[in-house]
């Protein structure tokens, strides 16, 4: 028996709706595919970001209980520094004493001993200051940058969760026109099929009927 070229087209329209589906299917699986490692990999991004913003907070909030301290204790001399009121106080008296005898010489001693002490006390509220400065500095620098950490790292949620967005619409769009063409194309072969497949019948039957 001939097979007619009808047959061999309708086996063609079946092959191509076939092949047509298989690749809408196909399509819509990779999208799926990307989708499921952009949500893994943004899922892994977001949890990173997350312990570095809670580390900068706890930075943020001991660097501000650092700097309130460090203001309140700002200024206050040290016990040296005390210590060394102490000896100007106490010279001072023996210059008056010795001065009011009229030992100007035993006067003048003291008064070097007291010269002494006023310098050694300047020099170490000097370098207390530049101490107390620099720590400052320090624990202000800390703060900003732990804040900064924040700022950086909610940007990079952000732009995460916006392409990952991003990507999902675009998977979408590209499946749905992907679809959309799928059925158009669907419609026709399956308008052709029918058509095929009645004139099959009609030309068997009418083949019987001879």
């Known amino acids: 028996m001939k097979i007619r070229p009808i047959y061999w087209v309708a086996l063609g329209l079946v092959l191509a709706l076939t092949v047509a589906v298989c690749d809408g299917l196909r399509t819509r699986n990779a ?50 520094e005390i210590a060394q009121d102490k000896i100007i106080a106490e010279q001072k008296k023996e210059i008056a004493k010795f001065k009011a005898k009229g030992d100007y010489k035993v006067a003048l001693e003291a008064a070097e001993v007291e010269v002494r002490a006023w310098v050694e006390k300047f020099t170490l509220a000097e370098e207390r200051y530049k101490t107390e400065l620099f720590d400052l500095n320090a624990a202000w620098a800390a703060k ?4 900064v950490t924040i700022s950086e790292s909610w940007k990079q949620k952000y732009e995460g969760e916006l392409h990952l967005r991003m990507l999902a619409e675009k998977g979408w769009k590209a ?22 497949l009645g004139y099959i019948g009609y030309s068997a039957l009418k083949g019987t009927s001879k």
């Open 31 to 80: 999208y799926s595919v990307a989708m499921k490692n952009e949500k893994d990999s943004n899922k892994k991004l977001v949890a990173e970001k997350d312990k570095i913003i809670i580390a900068a907070r706890a930075t943020i909030i001991l660097q501000t209980a650092k700097i309130a301290e460090l203001l309140g204790n700002a200024g206050k001399p040290s016990e040296t």
């Open 144 to 147: 900003f940058d732990a804040q």
């Open 175 to 196: 499946s749905e026109n992907k679809l959309r063409w799928t059925r158009v194309m669907s419609n026709i072969k399956s308008g052709l099929i029918v058509g095929a």
